[in-house]
Structures are given as structure tokens and as C-alpha cells.
């Protein structure tokens, strides 16, 4: 069976791991997942201060090999994906003709001409396609390897020794957005220095029946030092607050690179067209003279939470729309990401709340990311 035909929620590898640890399990883009094991606000507290485990099964990898394999993502994706050097990796985008973000996407190199491209859940299955379309009169095949990983992320400070205590893999001298082959606890992975929470940490792509192993040997090798499971509720926060945009909230087909304040992916100066230049240079030059609305962070000054869809407003107009809003352990506050009328955009500006349900919260409004981990 495909990943797509199924109406009943796909399980990954850890489903049964999961349930047997009393996780609250939720369906999530077609994927049952863990929306939390314990207190999601502890889950975070432990990202920040210790390390987390998190399964990311239902992230999507789409394999790309061939001697045309750079050209063709290049091509297809807003980045200059043939710079990229073997065992590096690369955040871009995938977006339509009219510039409008089908996905944001996490590539990285495994060999000359070898790919692996990670794609969202909800749209893995879009860029797969688009991939495939894409790639007529290339020399490159597009593969569908979402049931040929299990993937489990470790983060947190603790993270990285954690890790050395169960691999041999040079972890100091991988970078970050980087990754190599290697085995953790007996187990062949791809060792990534990527995440999704602000902090330090690595992505473990294995075989799914190696998961249940892996998993069960880094939760031993954490013990010591604090590391606990943790789910997708957490994962939210912890991204929110390190600034990170979720596809759906602070990217979407409507919206431009340049509309989310991440044009710096889009690489005009590589050689050859690619899907979306002419639309994204006239995006270019509008974000640079008048940009419409910018992403912005905003903190509550009251306890009062915001969600996306929530109106922003100034001196009784609506002026932007909140995108992702949640309670933020770090900060001991509610915050919200937001796109809001560039002459309300600047960091401090006066006057500015969310309309929750009738009443005019005051936020103040500032610069993105609210959390920065030290180095």
C-alpha cells in the first residue's frame, strides 16, 4: 500500500514504544504521532536545559540520484543546491511558478550524486510529485524512500554526549547542517547536525526495524543526564520560540520566500532557470521598496494566549493575523509569530494587541527569534 491510500492514520515504527509509555497520541498529517508523554511544558524544560527525544517518522525523504541529479534540483528548488559539498546539507524551499512555497525543505548531499530531500509531512507527497515533474529531460531519478527510514531526533544540550557515548562517528567535527554515515549503538545511521528546536543537536536517519533499538539505547545512554521523550505539543513550542517557520502558519502557497522574510534561500545568482525566478525577482523588488507585511514575534504583557488566525490590531484597525501563538516556558509568557503591516513592524512599536475573542490584548512587538540559545 502507498503512503497515500490509507484512510486509516499511518503508524511509525515506535507507534507500540509510544503506547507503552502512556504517550497522548494525536493524528498528524496522516501519521499517528506523540503529542506528549507526560507535562509538554516539562518536555520543553528538558529540550532547553538537558536534552529530549523526539520520532520524526513522518518526515518525508525523497531520494535524488544521477548525474543530472544538482542539475535537477537546482532546477526545482529555489536554492543552489550543486554548491552544496558532499556530507553537507542545505534549508531551501520548493515553490510554484508564482513564487507561491509549496514546502521548505532540509537537502543534504550524501555523495557526488546522491540526494536525500526532507520534506514535511503534509507535503510530501506534493513534493514528490513536483520533483517527478520536474525532472523530465533530466538524467536523475526521484525515489520515494518514506517507509526506507525511521528518523529520531536527540536535542538539547546533553545531546551531544549523549550521542558520543554511543557512536565512534567524529561528532566534533561534524558541523552544523551537516551529516554522516556512522553507527550509534550497533546501528547504521545517517548523523545529522540538524533540528528543529533552537538547540543543539542531531537526526538519526535508520532502517524502521532498527528504531525500536535505537531509540531504547539513547534513552539508556540519557538516563544520567535528564533526556526524556518528548512530542509534537513541545516540538511546537520550542520552534516557535527559536523563530522557526511552520508550513501552514508562517508559509504557505500564498506567500513568497520574500513575504516570510526568508528570501536569503533564494539564490538567483546560480547558473540556469529554475521553477518560480521570474515570479521571485519581481518578489525581490517589492519585498525591498514596500513589503506589504512583515513577520514579526510578539509577547503578551497579560497571560492571555494567542492562536493563529487571531486578528492583530493598532488604534481599533486590524493591522496582521497571528500564525502560531502558544505559552512559552522560556519566557514565562504567551507569545505569537504574526504578520503585521510594515509600519507596525518595528521592534517596541507602541499601540499594538491581539484581538482574542473581543478584547484587545496588549503585545509588544519584537524582533524574531525570542530565544537564542548561547553558544
Same mark, same amino acid.
Given at each position: ?20 509509555? %502512556?504517550?497522548?497520541?494525536?493524528? @498528524? ?26 520520532? +520524526? ?10 548525474p543530472?541529479?544538482?542539475? +535537477?534540483? $537546482?532546477?526545482?528548488?529555489?536554492? $543552489? ?9 542545505r ?8 513564487? %507561491?512555497i509549496?514546502?521548505?525543505l ?24 513536483? /520533483? ?5 529531460? @533530466? ?41 554522516? &554515515?556512522?553507527?550509534?549503538? %550497533? ?14 543537536? @542531531? ?22 543526564v ?11 513550542? +520550542?520552534? /516557535? ?31 540556469g ?45 486590524v ?9 512559552? &516556558? ?16 518595528? &521592534? ?21 527569534? @525570542? ?5
Amino acid at each position: 500500500m502507498s503512503s497515500t491510500d490509507s484512510a486509516e492514520p499511518r503508524r511509525t515504527a515506535l507507534d507500540a514504544l509510544h503506547r507503552s509509555l %502512556g504517550a497522548t497520541m494525536t493524528d @498528524f498529517a496522516g501519521w499517528d504521532m506523540p503529542l506528549r508523554y507526560g507535562s509538554e511544558r516539562d518536555e520543553h524544560v528538558a529540550v532547553r536545559t538537558r536534552a529530549g527525544l523526539f520520532d +520524526l517518522s513522518h518526515m518525508g525523504e525523497i531520494t535524488v540520484t544521477g548525474p543530472d541529479a544538482a542539475a +535537477l534540483l $537546482n532546477h526545482a528548488l529555489v536554492g $543552489n543546491i550543486a554548491s552544496v559539498g558532499v556530507g553537507r546539507a542545505r534549508y531551501t524551499m520548493i515553490c510554484r511558478a508564482d513564487g %507561491g512555497i509549496l514546502d521548505d525543505l532540509i537537502v543534504y548531499r550524501l555523495a557526488e550524486t546522491e540526494y536525500l530531500v526532507v520534506a514535511n509531512a503534509s507535503n510530501a507527497q506534493v513534493v514528490l510529485d513536483a /520533483l517527478r515533474e520536474r525532472a523530465a529531460g @533530466f538524467g536523475a531519478e526521484v525515489r520515494d524512500d518514506r517507509d526506507a527510514y525511521a528518523l529520531i531526533a536527540v536535542q538539547g544540550p546533553e545531546s551531544s554526549g549523549i550521542l558520543k557515548s554511543l557512536t565512534d562517528a567524529d561528532l566534533d567535527g561534524l558541523k552544523y547542517y551537516a551529516g554522516l &554515515p556512522g553507527t550509534v549503538a %550497533g546501528v547504521p545511521a545517517l548523523i545529522a547536525r540538524t533540528g528543529y528546536t533552537g538547540e543543539d543537536g @542531531f537526526e538519526l536517519f535508520v532502517k524502521p526495524e532498527h528504531a525500536v533499538e535505537l531509540w531504547q539505547a539513547l534513552t539508556e545512554a540519557g538516563s544520567t543526564v535528564g533526556l526524556v521523550p518528548c512530542g509534537l505539543s513541545c516540538r511546537d513550542t +520550542l520552534r /516557535l520560540e527559536a523563530g522557526m517557520p511552520l508550513y501552514g502558519h508562517e508559509l504557505t502557497t500564498e506567500l513568497t520566500p520574500f513575504d516570510a522574510g526568508l528570501g536569503r534561500v533564494v539564490k538567483f545568482e546560480k547558473e540556469g532557470d529554475f521553477v518560480g525566478r521570474e515570479a521571485l525577482t519581481e518578489a525581490a523588488a517589492r519585498a525591498g521598496q514596500n513589503p506589504p507585511r512583515v513577520l514579526v514575534g510578539l509577547v503578551a504583557e497579560g497571560r492571555r494566549v494567542p492562536r493563529a488566525g487571531y486578528p492583530v490590531v493598532a488604534g481599533g484597525e486590524v493591522i496582521g493575523e497571528v500564525t502560531s501563538g502558544a505559552p512559552s &516556558p522560556t519566557l514565562g509568557r504567551p507569545i505569537a509569530m504574526a504578520y503585521v503591516d510594515a509600519a507596525h513592524s518595528a &521592534p517596541g512599536t507602541a499601540g499594538v494587541g491581539v484581538d482574542i475573542r473581543g478584547s484587545h490584548e496588549p503585545y509588544e512587538v519584537v524582533a524574531l527569534p @525570542f530565544y537564542k540559545r548561547q553558544k
